[in-house]
T-cell receptor, first 118, second 111 residues
Framework: AAGVIQSPRHLIKEKRETATLKCYPI?????VYWYQQGPGQDPQFLIS???????DKGSIPDRFSAQQFSDYHSELNMSSLELGDSALYFC?????????????????FGAGSRLTVL | EDQVTQSPEALRLQEGESSSLNCSYT??????LFWYRQDPGKGPEFLFT???AGEEKEKERLKATLTKKESFLHITAPKPEDSATYLC????????????FGPGTSLSVIP
């Protein structure tokens, strides 16, 4: 079965540089989520998109932006990178509202993109 | 604001030694409580969704239960391959899609 595809898997950047992460959700999933996970930390919710519109926003820095495109893939753009941005970035997707029980979102996660800022 | 705490932070069990992991949550109307398993360097893998107090779900050696304030993940006769971090997450009714994760319990099962 197709899974959530993230690219690149590894990324090394210098401070103040820009990085872009891509996420391709499971086919027919219409909601995409971005999470940041630092070493030994729990996944922190950054932002979510439903049908190309931002649906919820978490602890996403102003230096970060994201969008969902017409083919439902999503990109997370990170600018003015700082050392503290080094983390695993996970994308997840969930099926349409019509197939959810009580509206609860079962998330399927990708393998993650590991960003290292030097 | 929705919050999730988990205990213990780490748990070390002998193979076959049953135990329980705790998840305490605060949410404005529960849409769903989730359990995920995460192996090092990998994305969380879905285990269960619980929707209302009193509900229970089972999968192999795992059983999840839910009360109005807590959820427990019971592990019966664990095997070394059950070693992982177990994450609890909640989705409240005041947000549209936001799913908040707890800090997780790191489980090690020793042969």
């Amino acid at each position: 079965a197709a899974g959530v595809i993230q690219s690149p898997r590894h990324l090394i950047k210098e401070k103040r540089e820009t990085a872009t992460l891509k996420c391709y959700p499971i086919p027919r999933h219409d909601t995409v989520y971005w999470y940041q996970q630092g070493p030994g930390q729990d996944p922190q919710f950054l932002i979510s998109f439903y049908e190309k519109m931002q649906s919820d926003k978490g602890s996403i820095p102003d230096r970060f932006s994201a969008q969902q495109f017409s083919d439902y893939h999503s990109e997370l753009n990170m600018s003015s990178l700082e050392l503290g941005d080094s983390a695993l970035y996970f994308c997840a997707s969930s099926p349409p509202w019509t197939s959810r029980n009580s509206g609860a979102n079962v998330l399927t996660f990708g393998a993650g993109s590991r960003l290292t800022v030097l | 604001e929705d919050q999730v705490t988990q205990s213990p932070e780490a748990l070390r069990l002998q193979e076959g030694e049953s135990s329980s992991l705790n998840c305490s949550y605060t949410v404005s109307g529960l849409r769903g409580l989730f359990w995920y398993r995460q192996d090092p360097g990998k994305g969380p893998e879905f285990l269960f969704t619980l929707y209302s107090a009193g509900e229970e779900k089972e999968k192999e050696r795992l059983k999840a239960t839910l009360t109005k304030k807590e959820s427990f993940l019971h592990i019966t006769a664990p095997k070394p391959e059950d070693s992982a971090t177990y994450l609890c997450a909640v989705q409240g009714k005041t947000s549209y899609d936001k799913v908040i994760f707890g800090p997780g319990t790191s489980l090690s099962v020793i042969p």
